[in-house]
């Protein structure tokens, strides 16, 4: 049996719109339960605390899953300009901002060699650069405070990255040596063969394609460093210098007694915003299949 | 151009090893010593960072926990301006009668760090599953599944407490009237309900990350090997983003130990059912014993250490993974056995 | 290590030179009426050379005393007058981190007694009452003259006896008889020791010993272990704050409620946040056979011993503490003044009817414990009286636990 | 019976212009050895992985024995796959590589590992059972691909281009094993290869595929006689096929000093279609050298490859308009030297004629 | 001037028993294309990257020109290789992976992007320069990563497999650009292949490798003619060489019918090391159907594999002690069938002879 076709005969027209697979159809509604499930376990709490942000302070008692009325009162309250919340948005950028960036810096750095590098002891540096970040924070924030007392660092941003970024630097440390190791060796060293230093094949090959692994770092850095509270509450005393979190820990009721419940949350909700922005356009960088076809 | 023949000895007359693998040559000692050059440079920003924030803080703090209280004038009515040298006595007292409290707290830790992370990482990897899905509004769920985490933690307590409170949502939605704040068991599934809520996404985002390095072929292969969902999932994926997994369970049992806020906001301090380490620490620290404070600090660090070790050390090859284990006895003793008796008889 | 420089050393402490004058820093929680901050710009436009910065501390109480201590530790000078509230003053005059005070240059004998008390240990004045607390009963006017009663109940028998009447007629539905502050915290040390007080008994004697394991004291703690036991106080009170409690009442779930002035305003407020909104009044606390006494609450301004210019800290803690600050602070911030004249001022009780029932409360008013380690006692306090209201621990045995524990606590005092 | 059918089967990636495979209709029967060639990027993969359930199907429908499994998920389609790029399992060790389809078709662990190691001593890879791929030669890895394959008994094999990174020495041997093995078990076989001989040697039939098309498919000896068209003839055999532009002229084809007698069904052919040119095609083992005699014409050697069997002698055969590149293949213990003139003859039963137009075969 | 030496070089792997590559000694002249071949597995692409600086050299030095490289970092050594598995940037496009290299060195970007198209062009990847490596078949891939390397002008190429996943006419082209740009530019090439052909066509020398130790080093046609031993012998050349233990008896040696002349110097030589016994060695080209004359012996055809150009006949030599299986390559146009019985001869120009015990060639 013998079948013939003709090699130069013009090609039919690209076919059109791929027939949606059939199967795929039928498969998706569990996978459709599962992010409901997931997404309703996650946002019901959030929106609890939405709602009780939009109630008026005198009905924070309610459950009405509606606010009735909607006040935005709280938010008026967080906003307002005598609270200098946005100030210390402003503050809270700037340090988990720094935080990230040195924090991710370093972190590579140290992710690179002990991913890549042969040396001995590296288990025991790498046991040792989490056992630093052990011990309870409650404990060494007295000690602490005595040391940028002495070195006048109270009331400066240093104050509040470097201790933040301490906390950062293992986890960061961590992710990213699981993450570089991942990457087949290979590539590194076709980097190399074409002429790259080893920082070179290092930035132009493996960091773009750990991005995941970084921007997972990244969010996860900005986020710690974004709610670290005790340092910062400690180390400052300024309102002008004071964070978001530290802000928010200073908000009273009207009265001694009262809780501020519905600025607090209405607070809450607006720290959040900025990650979840963040979340957003950092996210669109975690996806899969970057090495794909890179080696055999 | 040199045609010479250089003519060798097959196999079988192979018996001089020119280097045998005890004594590595001139070069691949250089290379280590290189590298370890390297590495030392690139560590040191890391370590100096530390050395900075924590090293000096943990000493003091280590330190201090070697002195008791000062005492009280009894003439003057003033707290004497010298604190005693008292030793060992601060971590003695864990033998003693405020033993109990102590033993108490590390069991809470103990119990609420094995249940919070076990959850988290069963609820982390289901998140990362969802996240990792093609789907659209892929980067809303995403987002939305990092929330809780993104809350900073004493707003996500008083969130909580304001859910478990007497007359709140929780006890609205749920049947029967449950009193969350009060000693019991409640008090400490209230906790880790929260904590669990607030921290899952934490896992989920980083076996996320882990899951986009595994290679599309790998699942292939697996898949025409037979494997159904639920077996790929186990076989393939979970070995395969075992490091990033291994490296959230880490960190979450590392934090999840020193617990400290989300009992404190939530249920309140010296709640026997739910206090922990950090909060026994935080306690005593607040009553001007910095010196008993200090040492159940520190004995929770020895605790936290001893947990990371034992966890870097059974588990962490996959994460640190020094060079391929050595050869089994067995196949060493295959692969001294001649390998080939090249031609001699076809 | 703690440690001061202020003080000299043996026999009683002197007043500090008070010396220097410059910038300070005043460090309080926040007020969000922002009648502080007005009285501090007052002050900073008229000494522009001595200018008073507002430093704030965190909302929680715990977290303001521990930022506090931890500032001492340091001996850094950032703070200059520090608000204090009154249960710290024992502990952080023993520690000499604040400054004593000569006491004659304040109007001290204008201050209602047990107020001013509230500033000293072992008789030398280390803060200046700024301003100050006391419980009150609320009750529901409604539901009393629904069965006919007219007057508030002055002792534990009557408040019971009401309550039968009341619970049983239709309109108290839900309702519950009594409840206070019993969650595990400060509350419960206040309710406990007023329980223990309006009993007839005492925390602590005159010298400052404990006396818990009394008969008046088992008494006071009965009541409340009791109420539990018989459903008077609602299960649900265990878990009660000011704020919760103050949840039920406005909803008009209980009868009766031991509750601070500030829930006047609130409960009285008609934008349909409060059920109660005109249907009750407030009276001073029952107590076991007459009336009751309450605790003391209130926050006093001293001068930490760290701080530079002494002498402005002085003059403004003078100036924050005048009579005229301490009723702007009522009128603005709903803060009950030292002063004894500002509760007869007829402008302020039409503002506050409420003044008359407080000022009557304060006067019969006990001072918390002044001890040292009131961190440990009050600790210690809680932790017994909450194990016997939840029926964990027997009421005698938890009282004589607490004494032994209390004795402990006080021991070098 | 045909146990896989491609029924008309289209696949286009998403984002491309052109499908990779373009209708492919083929039927391959049970038991069957189908060889699959192509160029580079023709679709000989993505044909696979379409009938292995691991890309979507575009148009068309494909059926393993009775059942349409268009639309089944590659676990139900029992069938296993030696992937071009190995994809093992990183985290197993060999053997559990090998072992892994066994396991999950819950195969008694003392059969698994008779039956892996049965595979491991066929693949020469007893000594690497514990190690992990990452620590394997190219070679090792592809021979622990292809042993995760041949563990099994499944309905159908998919093997692409399973031997390229072994040696001669073992790809003659693993060829020659798997092979017996698809005969004793009678697995339907689909085969990509780029070798000539493997395809020439084991397929029962061979598939040509070019761009997505399929061209032909025939016996492996149909295939090198008589080549469909143009593509399958310069495609097949190695060196490949002389192509060239012969001008018609009565009953031969002339080119510079070449004629070459054409056969009459395919003058026929030529002449139904109009042409006054035609195609031919001459294998390099057809050309032989000789004297100066009949039906020979000189061309000049440029070049000589010997391969110890073989010689290669690349020579250009005079055309005023366009000279033609010539390889013959020749007795390596007679080869011309480079820049010498010779004389070579076609052996004239061995000229293929195909269409100009349509690069279609001519006659029979 | 030898440009890359070898040194004694050894490599062991860690965890590793015994060493991947062992004392290997090498001199490599500068212009030279060295093809490097060995069964898998035998340390070929541990050689290469120790040339690269990949891999760390355990002892030896190895040189590039003068210097001693064995410390130096990869990218000091100004080589360009060829992965055996491709090791593509995912992340560049086609032409991007190409041209790094370049862009790394800073040559101006028209001079890049002239020297990534004549590349691409050269390896038909033309259409496919904006595309992700991800998106490319198998052999596609494989050409990107000859066109990272040929677009350099390095002092040496490293090719470990290049074309192993190309179809037989890309390769065939593939292979005479790269033979033809290696002479224009004259850099020392060091290529791994397992294909024959490749190995005798386009290598100055031919280096064998088995188990990490070089065997022998020599241009094909030596290597073919005179391999140097038992191991060589039987690797170069397909079908492999039949090799049997023969009986020495006088200026013969004989296996059951079959009697082979040996020349005198392999006679001495194997009387020197008093062996009684020989291995013969015959290249199937060597055998031949003959009548049952002089020097024939009989056998039984088993198999006849048909190439189209070429028919390989399995038969067994009858020998009561133990059969010999044989194989002849026999003009497809005069094959015997499976089961008959014929005479073989053997040119006795073409007799390899070799040491029993030491498996070293006897005589010249
Ligand atoms: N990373 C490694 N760790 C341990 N052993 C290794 C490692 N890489 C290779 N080997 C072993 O070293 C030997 C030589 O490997 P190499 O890759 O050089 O072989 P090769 O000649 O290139 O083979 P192939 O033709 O199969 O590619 C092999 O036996 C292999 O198993
Ligand atoms: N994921 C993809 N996206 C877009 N195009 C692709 C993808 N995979 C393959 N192609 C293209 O489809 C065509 C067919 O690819 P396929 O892998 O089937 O080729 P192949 O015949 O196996 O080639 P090779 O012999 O090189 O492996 C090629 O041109 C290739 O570039
Ligand atoms: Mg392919
Ligand atoms: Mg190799």
Redesign the pocket.
């Known amino acids: 049996m013998t079948m013939l076709a003709r090699p130069e005969t013009p090609r039919h027209a690209p076919t059109s719109a791929p027939v949606p697979n059939r199967r795929r159809k039928q498969r998706r509604w569990p996978l459709r339960l599962a992010v409901t499930g997931v997404v309703v376990f996650c946002l019901a709490p959030f929106f609890w605390m939405v709602v009780s942000s939009l109630r008026r302070s005198a009905d924070i008692f309610d459950k009405t899953p509606v606010p009735t009325p909607v006040s935005l009162e709280n938010y008026a309250a967080v906003l307002h300009p005598s609270q200098g919340f946005l100030r210390s948005l402003l503050n809270s950028l700037i340090v988990a901002g720094t935080t990230t960036v040195l924090a991710l810096v370093i972190a590579t750095l140290t992710a690179y060699a002990m991913a890549r590098l042969d040396f001995p002891f590296k288990r025991l540096v790498l046991t040792a650069i989490i056992a630093t970040c052990m011990f309870p924070v409650v404990s060494i924030v007295v000690p602490l405070l005595k040391l940028f007392t002495s070195w006048g660092w109270i009331n400066t941003y240093q104050a509040l990255i470097v201790p933040s970024m301490s906390f950062a630097l293992p986890l960061a440390v961590w992710i990213l040596t699981a993450f570089f190791r991942q990457i087949p060796a290979e590539l590194e060293q076709a980097a190399m063969i074409d002429g790259c230093t080893r920082s070179q094949a290092f930035r132009k090959v493996i960091l773009p394609l750990a991005a995941p692994g970084v921007f997972t770092t990244a969010i996860i850095t900005f986020i710690t460093a974004w709610n670290e509270f005790i340092i910062a509450l400690t180390m400052t005393n300024r309102a002008s210098m004071e964070t978001a979190p530290v802000a928010i820990s200073k908000f009273v009721g009207a009265t001694e007694f009262e809780i501020p419940f519905g600025s607090q949350m209405a607070a809450g909700v607006v720290v959040t915003v900025p990650l979840v922005v963040l979340v957003v356009v950092f996210q669109r960088r975690i996806v899969d299949g970057l090495t794909a076809g890179a080696v055999k | 151009m040199g045609s010479e023949t250089t003519v060798r000895r097959p196999h079988p007359a192979r018996t001089a090893e020119p280097s045998g693998p005890g004594e590595p040559g001139r070069t691949a000692r250089k290379r280590r010593s290189e590298s370890m050059r390297l590495g030392t440079l690139l560590i040191a920003p890391t370590v100096l960072v530390l050395a900075v924030v924590v090293a000096f803080p943990t000493l003091d703090a280590i330190r201090m926990s070697l002195f008791g209280q000062p005492g009280l004038d009894p003439d003057t009515g003033f707290v004497s301006d010298t604190e005693p040298f008292v030793g060992l006595d601060n971590y003695a007292t864990i033998l003693t009668d405020a033993g109990a409290r102590f033993w108490n707290a590390f069991a809470n830790t103990v119990f609420f760090t094995i249940t919070s992370v076990a959850l988290e990482a069963v609820i982390g990897v289901c998140m990362a599953l969802i996240m990792h899905q093609a789907l659209r509004g892929r980067a809303l769920v995403r987002a939305s599944i990092l929330i809780p985490w993104a809350i900073p933690t004493a707003i996500v307590a008083l969130l909580w407490r304001w859910i478990f409170n007497a007359d709140g949502i929780a006890n609205a939605l749920l049947p029967g009237r449950v009193l969350w704040t009060t000693e019991g068991i409640q008090a400490m599934v209230a906790v880790i309900v929260a904590d669990v809520w607030k921290t899952a996404p934490f896992v989920g985002l980083l076996v996320l990350a882990g899951l986009q390095l595994i290679p599309r072929e790998t699942h292939e292969a697996a898949k025409v090997d037979g494997a159904g969902a639920w077996r790929r999932f186990w076989s393939i994926t979970l070995p395969l983003v075992k490091p990033a997994l291994l490296v959230a369970l880490l960190f979450r049992i590392l934090d999840a130990l020193r617990v400290f806020d989300m009992p404190y906001v939530l249920i309140g301090p010296r709640k026997s059912s739910v206090e922990t380490l950090s909060m026994l620490a935080h306690d005593e620290a607040s009553n001007v014993r910095f010196g008993s404070g200090a040492a159940y600090a520190v004995l929770l660090f020895l605790f936290v250490v001893l947990v990371a070790f034992a966890f870097v050390k059974l588990l962490g090859a996959d994460v640190v993974g020094d060079a391929e284990p050595r050869p089994t006895r067995r196949a060493r003793r295959k692969a001294r056995a001649p390998r080939r008796a090249e031609g001699s008889e076809p | 290590g703690p440690a001061g420089e202020g003080g000299n050393g043996d026999g009683q402490p002197e007043a500090g030179e008070f010396e220097g004058r410059g910038p300070i820093n005043y460090v309080a929680g926040r007020d969000v009426t922002g009648t502080m901050q007005d009285i501090i710009d007052e002050w900073n436009a008229e000494n522009p050379d001595e200018e008073v910065t507002y430093v704030e501390l965190p909302e929680d109480p715990d977290s303001q005393r521990q930022q506090i201590i931890q500032n001492a530790q340091t001996q850094a000078d950032t703070y200059g007058v520090i608000n204090v509230d009154n249960v710290w003053t024992a502990e952080f005059a023993a520690n000499q981190w604040l400054e004593p005070l000569p006491e004659d240059e304040f109007p001290v004998d204008e201050m209602l007694e047990p107020v001013a008390e509230t500033a000293r240990y072992q008789d030398q004045m280390y803060t200046v009452p700024f301003w100050t607390d006391a419980g009150l009963l609320y009750y529901r006017t409604d539901l009393l003259d629904e069965a006919g009663i007219d007057e508030p109940p002055a002792t534990w028998t009557e408040l019971e006896q009401q309550c039968d009447q009341v619970l049983r007629l239709p309109e108290a539905d839900g309702v519950s008889c009594y409840a206070g502050q019993f969650e595990k915290y400060e509350g419960l040390t206040v309710n406990f020791a007023e329980a223990v007080q309006s009993a007839g008994g005492a925390v602590t004697g005159e010298d400052g010993t404990p006396t818990v394991d009394t008969a008046e004291a088992r008494e006071g703690l009965r009541f409340l272990v009791e109420g539990f036991e018989s459903g008077l106080i609602p299960e649900a009170a265990i878990t009660y704050q000011e704020e919760e409690g103050r949840q039920a009442f406005q909803d008009g779930n209980l009868l009766f409620h031991r509750q601070w002035p500030y829930q006047y305003a609130l409960a009285s407020a008609d934008d349909g946040s409060s059920d109660v909104a005109g249907a009750f009044d407030v009276a001073p606390l029952p107590g076991a056979d007459g009336p009751g006494s309450s605790s003391l609450g209130g926050w006093n301004l001293g001068v930490s011993v760290f701080a530079e210019n002494k002498a402005t800290a002085l003059d403004f803690v003078k100036y924050m503490t005048s009579k005229e600050n301490q009723r702007r602070n009522l009128e603005d911030a709903t803060l009950a003044p030292a002063y004894a004249e500002l509760y007869e001022d007829p402008e302020l009780v039409e503002e506050f009817p409420y003044l008359p029932e407080l000022r009557e409360s304060i006067e019969s008013a006990v001072p918390r414990p002044k001890v040292v380690r009131y961190g440990d006692a009050t600790a210690a306090i809680q932790d017994y009286a909450y194990a016997a209201i939840t029926g964990d621990a027997d009421p005698e045995q938890a009282l004589s636990g607490l004494q032994e524990r209390l004795e402990e606590i006080t021991g070098g005092q | 019976m045909a146990i896989v059918s491609y029924d008309k089967v289209t696949r286009t990636?998403?984002?491309?212009d052109r499908p990779?495979?373009d209708g492919l209709h083929l039927d391959i029967d049970d038991g069957e050895f189908l060889v699959l060639v192509?160029?580079?990027?023709?679709?000989?993969?993505?044909?696979?992985?379409m009938l292995a359930g691991l890309e979507d199907v575009d148009a068309g429908t494909i059926f393993i024995g009775d059942t349409d499994v268009t639309d089944l998920p590659p676990k139900d389609r029992d069938i296993a796959m030696v992937f071009?790029n190995y994809a093992l399992y990183p985290h197993m060790s060999v053997a559990d590589n090998m072992g892994f389809a066994l396991k999950i078709a819950k195969v008694p662990t003392e059969e698994r590992h008779r039956r892996v190691l049965e595979a491991a001593r066929l693949l020469d890879l007893e000594d690497y059972l514990d190690r992990k791929p990452k620590a394997l030669s190219g070679g090792q890895r592809q021979r622990v691909a292809m042993g995760r394959a041949i563990v099994r008994q499944p309905r159908v094999f998919l093997m692409?281009?399973p031997l390229s990174n072994l040696d001669a020495k073992l790809r003659v041997q693993t060829r020659t094993q798997i092979a017996s093995l698809q005969r004793r078990l009678a697995v339907t076989t689909v085969y990509?290869t780029?070798d000539q001989v493997e395809a020439m040697t084991m397929g029962d039939r061979v598939a040509v595929?070019d761009d997505?098309v399929l061209q032909q498919c025939a016996p492996p000896r149909e295939l090198y006689d008589r080549p469909a068209n143009v593509f399958v003839a310069g495609f097949i055999g190695s060196p490949r096929m002389n192509l060239g532009q012969f001008r018609l002229t009565g009953d031969v084809a002339e080119r510079g000093a070449a004629r070459v007698p054409i056969g009459r069904v395919a003058r026929h052919a030529a002449a139904a279609e109009g042409a006054t040119t035609v195609t031919v095609g001459v294998r390099p083992e057809a050309l032989e050298l000789t004297g100066s005699g009949d039906g020979a014409f000189p061309a000049e050697v440029t070049l000589v490859e010997e391969l110890g069997s073989d010689a290669y002698c690349h020579a250009v055969l005079d055309d005023p308009a366009e000279p033609m590149e010539l390889i013959a293949r020749l007795d390596p213990r007679a080869v011309p030297a480079a820049g010498q003139r010779v004389h070579l003859r076609i052996r004239p039963e061995e000229v293929h004629v195909f269409s100009p137009t349509t690069g279609d075969r001519l006659g029979g």
């Open positions: 990636y998403p984002g491309a990779a495979v192509g160029p580079s990027g023709c679709g000989k993969s993505t044909s696979l992985r071009q692409d281009e990509v780029h595929l997505g």
